[in-house]
């Protein structure tokens, strides 16, 4: 039976994992994308939510490699159905400073953040477009509005990653395609955040700390908003962050 899917690029267990039980919760089947080398980490958040009476598929493969994600929209399109919602959830957030920051870095960083996010845009727009519907969000960060120190390779990425999904916006919101572009400003209850936090555990009872699950119902909100009202950027951050 042909199911609408969510694909979700960058899942892991925390923000790209809670966005796909979220859509899967909603009736979609969430199709999960990370490396192949995080297959069995893929696969264990996939039954995970299966085991949760929802549907779910892992389609391992690197956003990076046009082939592979060209494979996974036409995979995703012949086993589960047509690509409803399309979500772009790749950080490659990294501090170097400019003088130690090499081609190779840089380029990893664009290649992750950036380039990523135009293979699976284009993929889901060529299947979204002939059936005038679909949701494309585009996970940004405070990078994408300004550069702090140390971040050359990050912001840079992510900049480039916000004029993509406003030029895919403008162009293919007249076709019914909804493309937004969220900014996660602050920390992310992840075990990233929680081992470099210096007052994790009072600053998350406190909700100073961005909670997956929040983020995600932020994302199915962006999916199911009427076509008179839609949001293209939207910014989500705890309530005491300084901004």
């Not at 994992?17 to 264990?44: K, P």
């Not at 519907?133 to 390779?153: D, E």
Request: with cysteine.
């Amino acid at each position: 039976m042909s199911n609408p899917a969510a694909v979700i690029i960058g899942a892991g267990d925390a923000t790209g994992g809670a966005i796909a039980r979220a859509f899967a919760a909603e009736g979609l089947t969430a199709c999960v994308n990370r490396r192949a080398r995080n297959a069995d980490q893929l696969e264990a958040l996939a039954q995970s939510i299966r085991d949760d009476g929802h549907r779910a598929r892992a389609f391992p493969g690197d956003a990076r490699v046009e082939d592979e994600m060209i494979a996974l929209f036409d995979g995703v399109e012949a086993e589960v159905g047509p690509v409803e919602v399309a979500v772009f959830n790749i950080g490659a957030n990294v501090n170097f400073p400019i003088a130690e920051t090499t081609v190779r870095v840089y380029t990893k960083v664009w290649e992750m953040a950036c380039l990523g996010g135009f293979l699976m845009g284009r993929e889901a727009a060529k299947r979204m477009s002939p059936r005038g519907r679909g949701t494309i969000i585009f996970t940004g960060a405070t990078a994408s509005l300004r550069g702090g120190s140390g971040f050359s390779a990050f912001s840079g990425a992510k900049g480039a990653l916000r004029m993509l999904a406003q030029s895919m916006a403008r162009e293919l919101g007249p076709q019914g395609i909804h493309v937004a572009h969220t900014i996660i400003d602050g920390a992310i209850d992840t075990d990233f955040i929680k081992g470099r936090h210096p007052d994790f555990d009072h600053a998350k009872a406190q909700d100073l700390i961005l909670n997956p699950d929040a983020i995600a119902a932020n994302y199915v909100m962006l999916h199911k908003q009427p076509k008179s009202a839609w949001t293209h950027e939207l910014d989500l951050r705890p309530w005491g962050e300084k901004w």
